[in-house]
Structure formats: C-alpha cells, structure tokens
C-alpha cells in the first residue's frame, strides 16, 4: 500500500487570518486516519483545504499522484474524494432519495447504477430504506448523519473525509455510526476522520495527527497515540 493523500508544507487562511500552518500529513490507501484536536484548531479546515472549499496559501497536495492545487470541488469529487462536512449538509427539503441521488451527481451514474448504489448504502444503513420516499427533514439526528455519510458514498469515493460524525449523537447511535464506518474501511474505501471522541476514533483508526492552532503537533500509530496523547489536546 502506498500514499493515496499527501500533504506537504500546506498553509492556509479566512481572509487574513492564518488557520492552518506547514501542515505535513499522509494518509495510505485503505487505512483510516484521525485528526485529533480541541475545537478550533483547523482540523474542518484543513479537510475543508483537501476538498478544495478553501484554497491553500502555500505547500503541495496530491491525491494518487497527482496534485490537487487549483482545482475545483467539483473536480476534486469527480477525482474520488467525498467529503461528509460537519453539520451534515444535507437538503431538509428533499426527500432522502433525492438527497441520496444528488450524491451520485458527479459520477453521472445510470438508473441501473444508481439503484444499485441505494441499495448498497440501504444495506449498510438500514434504518434508511424505509425513509427513502420521506422529506429529510423528517429524520432524526441520526438518520441524518447516516444519510450525510450515505450520500457521500454514492460518489462511489476512494477517499472519504469526515468531519465530525458523532457530533450531538447519543452514544447508541455513536456506535451505530463507527461500525458503519469499519464496514466502509474493511470495504476497502480509505478514511479521514475529524472527531472529538478519540476512544471511537482510535479504535477505527491505522494512524493519527494531533492537530494544536493549525500545527501538526503529535503524529503516530493509533496505538501510539493511545498511549502517549495528553489530554489538553483533546479538549
């Protein structure tokens, strides 16, 4: 297995306000790799950078080889990387179908393909096939992260980003959420996670970065990080 992500020298910023500083990260195919942080420290920025939302002031990013500087989101996600941002992001309006069919957008599937695509996330979330004809709105705080994290999965990515999927869950659903997520991993689908519960995260995890005022300050093994993290950096 080789480097799928790669992150050298990146620095980014709001405006004038740096957020992330000489940001150095790797993540290899078919691991799952955590960063880890208080609130605040550029971790939803820094995957926010990786998707293109926001721009990079310096460094390099390539994704299977190949940079990612100065392209689009659009084209990022055409290239193979979804990303789940925190809050979900999902259309309240529409119903969990659609929703789920505005994630394929980019990989113009056909009806066979999309059916097949649904079905899929179905199986992996099943709460959610019932739902399918229902407004989104109408789910709970679960189901909606289920469906935010489904939607992503119907680009049929290579790369998953996700920014905060146990954010306001009860710990029943926390747990519903990360066996999902191995299920994804074990399928062969390589993760980034952003996560405030490093006790799940580490569990999932192959390695971690612990991300201090858009500083790389701690890097490891899972089980490395385990042992040795402070708990200040955790919040």
């Not at 925190?86 to 969990?96: K, N, S, Y």
């Not at 199986?123 to 789910?139: D, H, M, V, Y």
Request: with cysteine; charged share 20%.
């Amino acid at each position: 297995m080789g480097d799928l992500l790669q992150l050298h020298g990146v620095t980014a910023s709001y405006g004038q306000v740096a957020v992330l500083h000489d940001v150095d990260l790797s993540v290899q195919e078919g691991e799952c790799a955590v960063l880890l942080g208080a609130n605040g420290m550029g971790k939803s920025t820094l995957l926010r950078t990786i998707s293109g939302v926001v721009p990079p002031r310096a460094g390099r990013i390539e994704y299977a080889g190949r940079s990612l500087i100065g392209a689009s989101p659009h084209e990022i996600a055409a290239r193979g990387i979804a990303h789940v941002p925190e809050g979900r992001g999902i259309f309240p309006g529409l119903t969990v179908y659609e929703n789920l069919r505005l994630g394929g957008y980019v990989r113009r599937h056909d009806a066979k393909t999309e059916r097949t695509l649904v079905d899929r996330v179905c199986r992996l979330f099943p709460q959610l096939r019932e739902k399918l004809p229902r407004p989104a709105a109408s789910l709970s705080g679960g189901q909606q992260q289920m469906l935010a994290i489904a939607r992503g999965l119907m680009s049929e990515p290579h790369l998953l980003l996700l920014d905060e999927p146990s954010l306001g869950l009860a710990p029943v659903l926390v747990d519903q959420v990360f066996a999902a997520l191995r299920q994804i991993k074990e399928q062969g689908t390589t993760l980034l996670l952003v996560e405030q519960s490093a006790r799940h995260a580490l569990a999932l995890a192959d390695r971690g970065y612990v991300l201090n005022r858009g500083q790389i300050v701690q890097r490891g093994t899972a089980e490395q990080l385990r042992a040795t993290l402070h708990q200040a950096y955790l919040g």
